[in-house]
Every structure is written in C-alpha cells, then in structure tokens.
C-alpha cells in the first residue's frame, strides 16, 4: 500500500458507521472491506491514520473506540490495544477521541502535501461515508492538502489474492459445496424456494455465526428467469430446475457458486441438452483460461463456444442469437466482495479469483439455470476451486438420490 502512495503523504481509513433502519435500530454492521483488507481489524468507528515521509519512513497510528464499561455492558466488548496490535500490528494505538486533535496537528505542521482518503461511490447518490465527510471538511479547512483517491491503490492490492487469502478461499468453498449438496439431498417437487434455503443456511450455521456471505438466489422453474431473485416465495413442481447462486465465507474471504438441478432428481431430456451445454463450455474455459490471456475473453470465448454446442444441440440455429439464451457474462472476480472491488485487469495474471458462470436460459421449454464456478489463475493455468461441488448430471443424480439428512 504505501509504496504507491506519494512521499509527504497522509492516509485516512476509516471502518465505518452503523447505519440506522428505523427508530433505535440498527442493520447489522458491515466494516469497510479495504479497512479490513489493510488492518485485519472488524469492528465499527475505528479509523487508521498513517504518514509517508519525505525519505519513504512509514508511520501508522489505529484509533480504537476507547473502553466504556456500561456500552460494553450492553452491545458486547471493544477492541484491545493489545488485540488490534496483534492483528494490525500498527506501531501507535491510541483513543478515536485523540484523532481529530492527531490529524490537526499534522495537516498544520507543514511536512504533508497529500491527503489519501478511500472515495469510493458506487452511485452518486449514495449517502456520505465517513471518508466523504472528512473530504469536505479538509476541502474548508485544510485546503493545501491535495486529496489523492486511496481506492484506486487498495483496488490494486486486492486484485491479486495472497496464499492466505486463497485458503481462506478454499476452506469456504468445503462449506458452500455441503450447502449445495445438502439442498440437492432434500430437493424434492412441492418444495418450497424457502425451504430450499432453510437448508443452506443450517449447513452454514455449523460453521460460522456470519451466515451466507451475500444474499442467496435460490429459485425454481419459471423463476430462474429473474437473474437477481431473493423474494424465495415460489414451489418447486415436478420437472422443475432449481437454480441457487450462493456462497459462504471463511476468514471474510468468500465464494460464489450456482449450480442447477432438476428438484426431481432426474434430469429430462431437454434439460440434460442445455445443461451438457454449459458443462462443456465450462469445462472448456478451464481448460483454456491461463496468464495473459486478456480478461474480456473470458466471457467472450464463453459465449462463442456455448453458441456453437448450442448450434450443434439443435438449439439454436444462428450463433450470433446465442443472447436469446445467454443473458448475462459472469467472468467478475471475488474475495472480500462477492463482486469483488478490485481493479479489473486487462490481461489475466496468477493469483487472480473469478467465476466462469455459463448460464442458459430457455424460455419456450422453461427450463433456466447457471453454472458458476470459481476461478483461481495459477502459473501455467488455473483451477477450479469449487470443483468439489457436483457438477456433471451423474455426480447431480448420484447426489440427490443419497437423501437427506436434516429434517425437513
Ligand atoms: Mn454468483
């Protein structure tokens, strides 16, 4: 991080504030992902403050919420010194109380000329952000300062996963593939989309307090035509594909997987022609997808390929309709996010995570689902991290007819 940042420079992080849902509610906390990525530290109102000298030197200060036994007392216990200074590894610690009265100090004493803050909006009307806040008292009172976009740098970093973080990958993907193929187990017509979940969420409830990582789609027959589907209200009829579009997490790190099935346990003829479909160009893309190949090629080799086994199925009869089945690319990269906030690269490069996600959907016969798997780019190629999960017909069909183990 601070190798790219400007000699003189200062940098602002903050982790966040809660938001209000109504009267004196809260929704859950959820940390500033590159707060997270840079300090290790998961907790609300916690800022880090580090000065880039003129000769390179590095100093970073984490402020913590400062101890408050009757707050304590009701909402649980506040970060240590001594645990952020196990996890962050700062050289100072000190009181959020001292850091308008720290930056003051420095922003006045003539040694920084730049001011790195994290802008990010993913829409302009978003609400302010703590960091948004601290740019427009520095723009009336710290005007010399130059305010340089620390988003852009962490973007970077983030594009390339660490070995850590890739096990941490790994380890999720063990909990989402018992997610899936406990849902498979249970699957049966009449079922409930909710149901279905009731099922992830158990499995991932042995495993963490967290919960899925991001919303779940689960969805079944007619309703696997809505891409984004959360309402989770439909039935399951006989000869009915479910399509889910889930993921765990492990560590903060996250996957991201789809998987589709007939809620039967029998795929029918139709279905097995679409699905081979996928497979096969899935399984082309991993077996293609390597260093330097460009990043836009991912989906587009997808859809040229799928085309072609669509046209050889008797499915389609002109390659360039192949967007009357597929509706969506999904070569996006995942991590901290499940759409992960990272620079999107040009060429692919080792250490990168994305999904391959073939999606069909074909309206006339009713029948839509979406092959997602993960992508980790190795030196020579990749490797499909969440393989685990069943993905031909037989391993499907095998799946389901093992039955179930959670009483539903
Ligand atoms: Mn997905």
Redesign the pocket.
């Known amino acids: 991080m601070y190798d790219q940042m400007k000699e003189n420079s200062l940098l602002v992080m903050f982790s966040g504030m809660e938001v209000c849902k109504t009267n004196d509610e809260y929704y859950p906390f959820y940390t500033s992902r590159n707060f997270l990525y840079l300090t290790g530290l998961d907790s609300k109102e916690l800022a880090l403050l580090a000065r880039k000298d003129g000769q390179g030197q590095v100093q970073e200060t984490i402020y913590l919420l400062p101890p408050d036994p009757m707050k304590e007392r009701w909402v649980g216990a506040r970060i240590k010194p001594r645990e952020a200074e196990e996890t962050a590894g700062p050289q100072e610690i000190s009181s959020v109380s001292e850091f308008e009265a720290d930056f003051h100090r420095l922003a006045t004493s003539g040694n920084y000329q730049y001011l790195y803050l994290d802008l990010f909006r993913a829409d302009p009307l978003d609400r302010d952000e703590s960091a948004h806040l601290m740019l427009k008292r520095v723009a009336s009172d710290y005007p010399f300062l130059k305010v340089e976009n620390a988003n852009a740098i962490v973007r970077r970093l983030r594009t390339i996963k660490q070995p850590c973080e890739i096990e941490a990958m790994r380890q999720a993907e063990k909990v989402t593939c018992e997610g899936i193929t406990s849902m498979m187990k249970a699957s049966r017509p009449g079922m409930y989309e909710y149901q279905y979940r009731a099922v992830f969420d158990y499995i991932l409830g042995q495993y963490s307090p967290k919960g899925p990582a991001f919303p779940s ?1 689960i969805s079944a027959g007619r309703n696997n035509f809505f891409i984004h589907y959360y309402s989770c209200t439909g039935q399951a009829m006989d000869g009915d594909m479910i399509l889910n ?3 765990a997490w492990h560590d903060n790190l996250m996957n ?3 998987r589709g099935w007939p809620c039967n346990g029998k795929f029918s003829e139709r279905q097995r022609i679409l699905y081979e479909c996928a497979l096969n160009t899935s399984n082309h893309m991993f077996e293609t997808i390597k260093p330097g190949m460009p990043m836009k090629e991912v989906d587009g080799q997808a859809r040229r390929y799928n085309a072609e086994l669509l046209k050889d199925a008797g499915v389609l009869k002109n390659v360039d309709e192949i967007g009357t089945y597929m509706w969506h690319g ?1 070569a996006h990269h995942v991590g901290y996010d ?1 759409h992960d906030a990272v620079q999107t690269p040009e060429v692919i490069a080792p250490g990168m995570v994305f ?1 391959v ?1 073939i999606g069909i959907y074909h309206e006339e016969w009713g029948i839509g689902f ?1 092959l ?1 798997d993960n992508c980790l780019v190795t030196e020579n190629g990749c490797e499909n991290l969440s393989a685990i999960t069943p993905r031909t017909i037989e391993e499907i069909e095998d799946t389901m007819q093992k039955g179930f183990a959670v009483g539903v």
Do not use: A, L, Q, W
């Open positions: 789609i579009d889930v993921g991201d997987v789809s999904g499940v999904c996600d979406r997602e």
